[in-house]
């Protein structure tokens, strides 16, 4: 009965969401450029260079924040899959669907960019290292999302599927990075150690958590924008859509007339 | 007991996989040649052989029971038998449990009873061959299991093969890491206990989850 409770669930809907999305995006987008900018100025020409690593070490830079993005992106992805099948909010959906295929590049950028680094700096491109593993069957488990996504038809049988399967994986997660890294202990002994001993130079470390929040702020952006399509895409029948469309076609081209239908 | 509803669905499902019994058949010969590929594609050198044979039986195994999966569901689904049974006044997941057990009596049993001669063609010795139909024998039930659930997804869908891969497989690297270390453990003359242990850690906790997770998972195909 409380106001608070209705507040909660205002963006929930549709349209409110849609609004919100339309006023955020261009400060998120605005802080994701410039953060990396800024993080890649000082990475590039005001951080040291490594006195063991020369400057390949540089890599780290987007290596470490896309790999925590990663991790972090399907346990968001998660929680919303959790939301979708107890809650049935249709938002919830429209979000996790939004998420996966940031998340998959996240993963796809943390491998890519390891093997460059790996190559001058353990002489390897792939080390079938516990932690690159996990991270190559973490983007199975988004590539498996949403593949199952786009693999059934109806799409309310879809969002609740593709969920139930992403909650079994992040349970399974954990269950998983273990394994492998016992499997590995067993099978190579440790091989490769990624700890760097001494801590981290501040313009080093300045440039990192600069380029973490534009990951950050690029993750939520690309994926809110996402959802704006996902969300008109899905709700193109909704009234608050059509006059959208109708709004927004009368704009360049002054008066014309609408019906208020979308086009399908 | 002998008019258990229950009772009587395994006995209907038991009956119905073993009828079907080419693809029982296919699925252990599917078993038998993946195994057979692999001393030709590494090497037959009897070391070699020794060192891959746990991972070559597991992996084999883990794509048969992959494969065994398609028609665990889609029959039912197709002529609305599954909703009947889901509407019924018996506990789904209990319903599902004696799916899946029906299903890896005949799909699974028979790789555990033939992975001794595969262990002796792979010049593996007598507890190391004991040791290896142990771990597919707490191993398989799991795959089967969890299996389920991916089975359940998918039901109903074209072409879902390579789907069904593709959303297993990275869940399935835990089972086939314990399984083929228990055998290399052996080898190496250290106790396999604790992977056993793990492995039938794994079991039971996927007796628990998996069952009831597949059944929410029909409940969403079936919706």
Redo the contacts between chains.
């Keep these: 009965m409380s106001d608070k409770r209705v507040q909660w669930f205002k963006f929930a809907s549709p349209g409110n969401f849609f609004a919100l999305v339309e006023k955020l995006l261009p400060w998120l987008w605005a802080a994701a450029i410039i953060s990396t900018v800024a993080g890649l100025y000082i990475g590039f020409f005001v951080a040291p260079v490594d006195y063991q690593q020369g400057n390949s070490y540089r890599i780290m830079f987007i290596h470490v924040p896309a790999a925590w993005m990663s991790m972090f992106i399907y346990f968001i992805l998660a929680v919303y899959a959790f939301i979708t099948l107890v809650w049935r909010i249709k938002m919830a959906d429209v979000l996790a669907v939004s998420l996966a295929p940031t998340g998959a590049l996240f993963t796809f950028a943390a491998l890519w960019t390891g093997a460059l680094w790996g190559r001058p700096t353990w002489g390897a491109y792939w080390v079938w290292d516990a932690r690159l593993t996990s991270e190559l069957l973490l983007l199975f488990l988004y590539l498996g999302y949403m593949a199952l996504h786009a693999a059934i038809p109806d799409r309310q049988r879809a969002s609740r599927a593709a969920s139930l399967l992403a909650l079994v994986g992040v349970v399974n997660l954990p269950i998983i990075y273990f394994s492998v890294k016992w499997w590995n202990t067993l099978h190579q002994g440790a091989s490769v150690s990624v700890s760097k001993g001494a801590s981290m130079d501040s313009r080093m470390l300045a440039a990192m958590l600069l380029l973490s929040f534009a990951c950050w702020m690029y993750a939520i952006a690309v994926s809110l924008t996402r959802a704006q399509a996902e969300t008109l895409d899905r709700e193109r029948g909704a009234t608050w859509a059509s006059s959208l469309a109708a709004a927004q076609a009368k704009e360049p081209e002054g008066d014309v007339e609408t019906t208020g239908e979308v086009p399908v | 007991m002998m008019g258990h509803p229950l009772y009587v669905l395994f006995r209907r499902d038991l009956a119905l996989f073993l009828r079907r019994r080419q693809d029982a058949m296919a699925i252990v010969g599917f078993f038998l040649v993946a195994v057979a590929l692999f001393p030709l594609g590494i090497s037959p050198e009897p070391e070699i052989l020794r060192t891959i044979a746990p991972g070559a039986v597991w992996i084999a195994a883990l794509f048969s029971t992959v494969l065994a999966l398609e028609r665990l569901f889609s029959d039912d689904l197709a002529d609305g038998t599954l909703e009947q049974q889901l509407l019924s006044s018996q506990p789904q997941n209990v319903m599902v449990l004696v799916r899946l057990a029906a299903h890896w009596l005949v799909t699974g049993l028979p790789l555990v009873l033939l992975s001794p001669v595969i262990g002796l063609q792979f010049g593996l010795h007598g507890e190391e061959v004991a040791v290896l139909a142990l771990s597919l024998l707490l191993g398989t039930p799991v795959l089967v299991l969890l299996g389920g659930?991916g089975a359940a997804?998918?039901a109903g869908?074209h072409g879902?093969g390579g789907?069904v891969t593709?959303?297993l497989?990275?869940?399935y690297?835990?089972v086939l890491?314990?399984g083929t270390?228990a055998v290399?453990a052996t080898m190496t003359q250290t106790s396999p206990e604790a992977h056993l242990s793990l492995l039938g850690a794994a079991l039971l906790a996927a007796l628990v989850l998996a069952p009831w997770?597949a059944a929410?998972?029909l409940r969403?195909?079936t919706?």
């Design positions: 659930i997804l998918t869908l879902s789907l593709l959303l497989l990275p869940l690297v835990p890491v314990l270390a290399s997770t929410a998972a969403i195909t919706d």
